[in-house]
């Protein structure tokens, strides 16, 4: 059975709490496939692990998509990755720039973050899954017009192309990538996806910090795993999978 595309619908709002949670606690939007929440300000957007971060008015790109997945669920580990990997497909379209991707969900611009990351999961009717991908992009601007303590972390797509550009066009190559990418992994091509995730990614080598449970551990990322999983081996010589959690990365 077919089904409108991601981006059938944009909700444009000047300002909200969070696209995120709005979506999440609004059964109409929830379950309302490939629905587009934006937000030209978010009061109290959210990142991975509970973290807030800094909305620029009419500077950034910060919407969520509702997403009813087809793929099985030992698939939907990858949504978060398939996310990134969309994102940096649409900018690289958009304005010719070869974003790379950070594990699980950071997209970066000359070893800085342009783009963040953040799915959710909820149950829909008769035991259904949904998907909320959050997504803010920096694209006006630059690094100084946010909180100094984030000035060496992140940048926006204005600064590291130099190109003057209209939001919106960011915005559709973005949404093109993601209905083509989730139709992928609807149809299992997540290895395909992965490899994809990989190309961008150049994780090999690099040394990270990361945590089990109350325990930081240091060690060397790999690769990731089938499922989407950072892959670190440790200094002796144990290999650990991170499906979660937190992990910093050092050089």
Not at 154 to 179: I, M, P, S, W
Request: aromatic share 4%.
């Amino acid at each position: 059975m077919g089904r409108k595309p991601i981006g059938h619908t944009i909700l444009r709002l000047e300002e909200t709490h969070s696209t995120n949670t709005l979506v999440m606690e609004t059964e109409e939007y929830l379950e309302n496939h490939g629905l587009v929440v934006l937000a030209r300000h978010q009061t109290a957007g959210r990142g991975r692990m509970g973290r807030s971060f800094a909305s620029i008015p009419g500077a950034q790109l910060l919407f969520t998509v509702s997403i009813h997945p087809r793929a099985a669920p030992q698939d939907l580990a990858a949504s978060s990755l398939v996310a990134g990997l969309a994102v940096a497909e649409g900018i690289e379209t958009a304005l010719g720039a070869e974003p790379r991707l950070k594990w699980p969900n950071d997209v970066t611009l000359n070893g800085r973050k342009v783009c963040g990351i953040l799915t959710e999961l909820k149950q829909g009717p008769h035991g259904a899954v949904r998907l909320v991908v959050g997504i803010g992009i920096n694209c006006q601007g630059t690094a100084e017009d946010f909180p100094p303590e984030l000035h060496g972390v992140l940048t926006t797509l204005a600064a590291e192309t130099g190109r003057d550009f209209d939001n919106e066009t960011v915005l559709q190559a973005v949404l093109g990538h993601l209905e083509a990418d989730y139709r992928r992994l609807d149809a299992g091509e997540r290895p395909a996806l992965l490899d994809g995730w990989r190309k961008r990614a150049h994780l090999a080598g690099r040394r990270v910090r990361f945590s089990v449970g109350k325990e930081t551990r240091d060690g060397t990322a790999e690769d990731i795993s089938g499922e989407g999983h950072l892959l670190i081996r440790t200094p002796d010589g144990a290999l650990h999978t991170q499906a979660s959690g937190s992990v910093e990365w050092l050089d």
